[in-house]
Nanobody, 124 residues
Framework: VQLQASGGGLVQPGGSLRLSCAGS????????IGWFRQAPGKEREGVSC????????MYADSVKGRFTISRDNAKNAVYLQMASLKPEDTAVYYC??????????????????WGQGTQVTVSS
């Protein structure tokens, strides 16, 4: 079971990025998938999650209306479309999978498979 996050980079404030989370060795749609981020000197925080089988999603208040999580089952991937990016969105972003497929939660302790992070930097 492996997850790989990609798509990070340097973007100006107001810009957009799409992060990808690719799975290998298992079917992502069977799992709840969460996106988390950690900025320097800060604790890791949940950004968004999507239930196994699609449908219900959840967003942190700080990203609601700007970020969109989605699945592409044909590619065994989950995406995080980020728009109207702000400097405070700068962080390392991680995707994670929970075997509790029906949950919709950003409690990191319920996620048991983690990918490596991808750096997102929002700066002019």
């Amino acid at each position: 079971v492996q997850l790989q996050a990609s798509g990070g980079g340097l973007v100006q404030p107001g810009g957009s990025l799409r992060l990808s989370c690719a799975g290998s060795g298992f079917t992502l749609d069977d799992y709840a998938i969460g996106w988390f981020r950690q900025a320097p000197g800060k604790e890791r925080e949940g950004v968004s999650c999507i239930r196994g089988g699609g449908g219900r999603t959840m967003y942190a208040d700080s990203v609601k209306g700007r970020f969109t999580i989605s699945r592409d089952n044909a590619k065994n991937a989950v995406y995080l479309q980020m728009a109207s990016l702000k400097p405070e969105d700068t962080a390392v972003y991680y995707c994670a999978a929970s075997g509790f497929g029906n949950i919709v939660t950003m409690a990191s302790t319920l996620y048991d498979h983690w990918g490596q992070g991808t750096q997102v930097t929002v700066s002019s």
